[in-house]
């Protein structure tokens, strides 16, 4: 997958809540985990986080739209289960190609989240949709995070469209 990546047993990412509320009908939802590194340590070198959905979309464009203003949402809400705290930076920017809306925003993650030794984390978070397949994914350079480096939207825009590509099955 990816270039190296492999699917994490044991780590799971959010469900893509409310999905029929993001504009998808008949949704069927769909998450995993992957990582790039070592058996010791399989999210060493990088992370791809992705949970999305499938099913009959209308305007791929709302339901984008809809997934970041409910990222936002509970971005304001507070901590999240694991006490880490998410702040969306800037809007989301449009990357879309391939006949799909996809939009890309830099977030900054704090507390357990964040790599270790590190306070706070910038990561990219992208969200795509099309007629059928809608999915938020993050993506990180685990150590780029560690240095204290912020995400590159166009390098996460360009990993989303390889996932895109690799997980969508023709129906």
């Known amino acids: 997958m990816l270039g190296g990546y492999e699917q994490v047993d044991g780590i799971t990412s959010a469900g893509l809540d409310g999905a029929g509320g993001f504009g998808v009908r008949g949704a069927k939802k769909v998450q995993a985990v992957y990582g790039s590194g070592t058996e010791a340590k399989p999210l060493g070198a990088g992370l791809i986080q992705f949970t999305g959905a499938y099913g009959t979309i209308g305007d791929p464009e709302k339901t984008v739209d809809a997934m970041f203003a409910d990222l936002a949402a509970k971005a304001r809400k507070g901590p999240g289960k694991g006490g880490e705290r998410s702040t969306m930076l800037g809007r989301p920017q449009d990357f879309g190609s391939d006949g799909a809306v996809l939009k890309c925003q830099e977030a900054r993650v704090e507390g357990s989240s964040a790599p270790a ?45 390889k996932l895109r590509q690799e997980v969508r099955v023709k129906r």
């Open 117 to 161: 030794g590190r306070k706070e984390a910038r990561t990219a978070l992208c969200a795509w949709a099309d007629g059928s397949t809608a999915a938020i994914v993050l993506s990180m350079d685990t150590r780029e995070a560690e240095a204290g480096r912020a995400a590159s939207l166009e390098e996460a825009a360009a990993t989303t469209r």
